[in-house]
């Protein structure tokens, strides 16, 4: 019944990620043989991209940018959350994101947390 095997390579991937892909439209019931067979596969799944595919690195700013360009988002938006002069000194890489600003951002905007929280380059030394 559980007909799941190892991930070797991208055929077995394929192949796992067609398996996965009719759960989403009846999700098996918790606890039922359908439902541990779509944990398994998930978990080979996460696995296999996590070792064979490299994640790009995150620009938290360049995130922002992209939800104000491409997200109907905007920096005037931005200022609500966080205060308009650090809505600008963040997008101009003058002063860098707080926990405070990221879960604000995350929640209003619906955007990861983990996209806002990596390191990225300022135009200048923040004191």
């Known amino acids: 019944m559980m007909d799941v095997r ?3 390579n991208e055929q077995d991937y394929n192949w796992a990620i ?3 892909t009719r759960y989403f439209e009846a999700q098996p019931a918790v606890g039922t043989p359908e439902s541990d067979r779509f944990e398994v596969l998930t978990t080979l799944i996460r696995e296999y991209e996590d ?5 790009p690195h995150v620009d938290p700013v ?5 939800a104000i360009e491409s997200m109907g988002k905007t920096q005037a938006g931005l200022s609500e959350l966080i205060g ?3 809505a600008s000194e963040i997008l101009n890489r003058i002063r860098p994101l707080t926990l405070d600003m990221i879960r604000k951002i995350s929640a209003e905007w619906n955007i990861p947390i983990e996209l806002l929280t990596p390191q990225y380059a300022m ?3 923040y004191a």
Do not use: S
């Open 6 to 8: 190892p991930l070797h």
């Open 18 to 20: 067609g398996e996965v």
């Open 51 to 55: 070792t064979h595919y490299e994640m």
């Open 62 to 66: 360049q995130v922002l940018e992209f």
């Open 84 to 86: 308009r002069n650090r």
């Open 123 to 125: 135009a200048r030394a």
